[in-house]
């Protein structure tokens, strides 16, 4: 239901911009979050967005990545999209989509996320 793409290699400094295809409908118009996990590591929340992100507090950036990245959602097409510049190679992780059908907010804890996508990788050097 949900699939990630636009993964990859980049030199540090690069951009990449990572799409998730969100099939449910269920699912289209609630909250969808980008997650990453490098080997070892828990996975963590990167990003999230509640519905089309413009209500205030409904869009979520984890402090590494505030100011480098940007969601946004395409809700016609079911898409929520995470644009990802200055990486750097602490970036490197796989990154999955992630879907909660919680009401009013995008929920921390990976429990909370019933759908989640295959991941994609990016590897920054």
């Known amino acids: 239901q949900l699939v990630e793409s636009g993964g990859g290699s980049v030199q540090a400094g690069g951009s990449l911009r990572l799409s998730c295809t969100v099939s449910?409908?269920?699912?289209?118009?609630?909250?969808v979050a980008w997650f990453r996990q490098a080997p070892g590591k828990e996975r963590e929340r990167v990003a999230s967005?509640?519905?089309?992100?413009?209500?205030?507090?409904?869009?979520y950036y984890d402090t590494s990545v505030k100011g480098r990245i940007a969601i946004s959602r395409d809700t016609a097409n079911n898409k929520v999209y995470l644009q990802m510049n200055s990486l750097n190679p602490e970036d490197t992780s796989m990154y999955y989509c992630?879907?909660?059908?919680?009401?009013?907010?995008?929920?921390?804890?990976?429990?909370?996320?019933?759908?989640w996508g295959q991941g994609t990788q990016v590897t920054v050097s």
């Open positions: 992630a879907a909660s059908a919680l009401i009013g907010f995008c929920p921390r804890a990976t429990g909370n996320y019933e759908h």
């Open positions: 449910d409908y269920t699912y289209s118009d609630i909250c």
């Open positions: 967005i509640y519905r089309g992100g413009s209500t205030y507090g409904s869009i």
